[in-house]
């Protein structure tokens, strides 16, 4: 089965080819990045707009890369929530129109169950079950994956979720957006020649007891440590951008391995931008290998927004049950709970 894929939930436009049989055959991607730059974060509006200029072009690339034409496609996949609601309502109708136009199947893909499948991507996948850190966006939550659509939520975000706490410490050092990456670059480009900094940040919910998080807190500190060192120099701006970095990655790295020992599984994958951290990849390799467990990252490309992903996902729910009264219509879910989903 061909499936056809599109990711617009936010601000990159993302489209692939999915080949049951053969895997991925090919995807594009285009980040709005450059262009909310300017405003310091995502313009919704903008983001809509820009996702209907790029996905049919990106949608002709994937196809010429892969050397197939739309009348080979045997389904369609699309990002139905959550998200910005305008945004999602571009490859949504698109892929909808596409379906109907050619006759084929559809499936809506909630936009983390694609986070979460993502390292099922790559040449060794791991197996079921196994638990899963969601580091992306606004969400960090730990689930139990028996299967697809078998989730059971373990641990969720109080307030801010890491990625929202990366982007606001990176703001209140005065570093540019998107914040996430820029405050991890600043950390890990003074950290051989720092050593140990004098700055201290708390760690919210490390002991709490339970797999919950909290980094409303974590910012909090960050703000008051950066108000009673102001003006910041680049040295001490790099030294807190260290300090938050180890603060976050300490709790996700603990917080996954008490997971894993209360679920006696012995497998985790990690998925979403976050997720993308250098340090958090080390800490939880070291962490994983101590207690003789296994844990799979997606391919950095596919930590961030794409389209493989949501082809991917929706190939798996397609090839298991096809919807033989399709309906075309559609709307968009800007919220919708992962533990909503069921088998399919």
Known sequence: ?????????CDETGVALYDTER???????YSQVEMHAEYGGVVPELASRDHIRRALPLTEIVLKNADKTLKDIDGIA????????GALLVGTSIAQSLAFALNVPSVAV??????LLAPLLEENPPEFPFVALLVSGGHSQLMCVEGIGEYTL??????DAAGEAFDKTAKLLGLGYPGGPALAKLADSKHAERGKTHFKLPRPMLNSGDLNFSFSGLKT????????NSPLTDD?????????????????????????RETGLDN???SGGVGANSRLRTRLNAATKRKMCKVSYPRLEFCTDNGAMIAFAGAMRLRVKINKNQDYSFGVKPRWDLAELTKP
């Open 1 to 9: 089965m061909l499936v056809l894929g599109f990711e617009s939930s």
């Open 23 to 29: 895997g991925l055959l090919a995807h594009a991607l």
């Open 78 to 85: 699309y990002t139905q929530g959550p998200g910005l609601a």
């Open 110 to 115: 909630h936009h983390l169950e694609g986070h």
């Open 154 to 159: 373990l641990g969720d975000t109080l307030d």
């Open 221 to 228: 500190a960050v703000l008051t440590m950066v108000n009673n």
């Open 236 to 260: 001490v701006r790099a030294d807190i951008a260290w300090e938050f970095q180890e603060a976050v990655t300490e709790i996700l790295t603990v917080k996954c391995m008490s997971a894993l």
């Open 268 to 270: 985790l994958i990690v």
